[in-house]
């Protein structure tokens, strides 16, 4: 099955969006059996994977995190591993070292791959390790390899961080830098589930066994469907929704007038480039082949709230981000 879905997807270009449309369905289906009342929170983790990015999960322990990259990569097919950051945890522990080997009368280093080298990788509680491990982070995920000795190692294709932070206990923590935030395509804030889903829960996993995801397709599926993103084609007003939004979001001279002087810092061009690229994968997971505005109201919260930061004078007004994002997007409505 998956061979033919490899093969289906070369064909025509309407055919093959088609087609990866049947494709999330079932990956939605899939993860569904394990994962309740997270709707949002899966789709906006596929529209992370289906654009090529990375997503940075924030909730409070026991909301299934761990749960949901284990269902993304048994549905995916893709190999996937865990690594709980620690502050003791050192760069060497990610991507791996050289040992030193004697045999034959001859020494010779030879490099042993860390966990990173994988196709899912999950970052459990990434703000507990130091900035010195964060950063061996930040190659892999901005040019897909890392240098040890001076040598290359790419990473395997697909590679995608699905990151954690836990919201509350900030004690032992380095906050992630600027620039790393920036890497994450999306920050995908998860919630308590509702009455109805918690219920769910707890009728799947306490009597009998569990439900475990199937596999849906393989990792070439995944990138021809990535491939297929960024080939939708977007409009000009879109385009021109995205910009507006980008750039009122920064304390500059485009910046929206009576919110310039809250605004501590906003978003970069790789904000504009996120929004295009998730904007996409949005329209196509919702059965569309175009994008639209609507795609970009829903969006703006996971795509700027990790890329702006309000000065002191705002804070202490009790003004917060998403209260600006939500003024932001009311200018596109």
């Not at 020494?107 to 990173?116: E, L, N």
């Not at 992630?176 to 919630?191: K, M, S, T, V, Y």
């Not at 009998?208 to 977007?234: H, K, N, T, W």
């Not at 196509?284 to 970009?296: M, Q, Y």
């Amino acid at each position: 099955m998956n061979d033919t879905i490899g093969e289906e997807l070369k064909g025509p270009a309407v055919q093959r969006a088609e087609l990866v449309m049947q494709i999330v369905s079932r990956v939605r289906e899939g993860i569904g059996k394990v994962i309740f009342g997270q709707k949002d929170v899966i789709d906006h983790t596929l529209i992370t994977l289906l654009a090529g990015g990375h997503g940075l999960l924030i909730g409070v322990p026991g909301l299934a995190k761990t749960k949901l990259v284990e269902a993304l990569g048994t549905v995916l097919g893709m190999d996937w591993k865990r690594i709980q950051f620690t502050p003791d945890l050192m760069p060497a522990d990610i991507i791996g070292s050289e040992v030193l080997e004697e045999g034959g009368g001859h020494r010779t280093f030879r490099f042993i791959k860390g966990p990173v080298f994988t196709q899912l990788l999950m970052a459990d509680e990434i703000n507990r390790a130091s900035p010195r491990t964060q950063s061996a982070l930040l190659q892999s995920m901005q040019e897909r390899q890392v240098t040890v000795a001076g040598n290359r190692f790419d990473l395997p294709h697909p590679f995608h961080v699905l990151a954690t932070q836990n919201p509350l206990e900030q004690e032992g923590t380095y906050p992630l830098p600027e620039a790393q935030l920036d890497r994450f395509l999306l920050q995908i804030d998860i919630g308590y589930p509702d009455m109805e889903a918690e219920k769910q829960m707890l009728l799947a996993t306490t009597f009998g066994q569990e439900s475990a995801p199937q596999r849906v397709c393989g990792p070439d599926a995944l990138m021809e469907a990535q491939a297929i993103v960024r080939r939708i084609p977007v409009g000009d007003k879109v385009v021109e929704n995205i910009l507006k939004l980008v750039r009122a979001a920064r304390p500059e001279a485009d910046g929206a007038p009576d919110l310039r002087n809250v605004i501590a810092w906003g978003p970069g061009p790789r904000a504009s480039q996120a929004f295009m690229l998730a904007c996409r994968a949005r329209a196509l997971i919702e059965g569309r082949l175009a994008p639209s505005t609507d795609d970009v109201v829903a969006l703006a919260a996971p795509v700027l709230r990790h890329r702006m930061a309000l000065n002191f004078a705002a804070r202490a007004e009790g003004l917060t981000v998403m209260a600006v994002i939500d003024r932001l997007c009311r200018t596109l409505l």
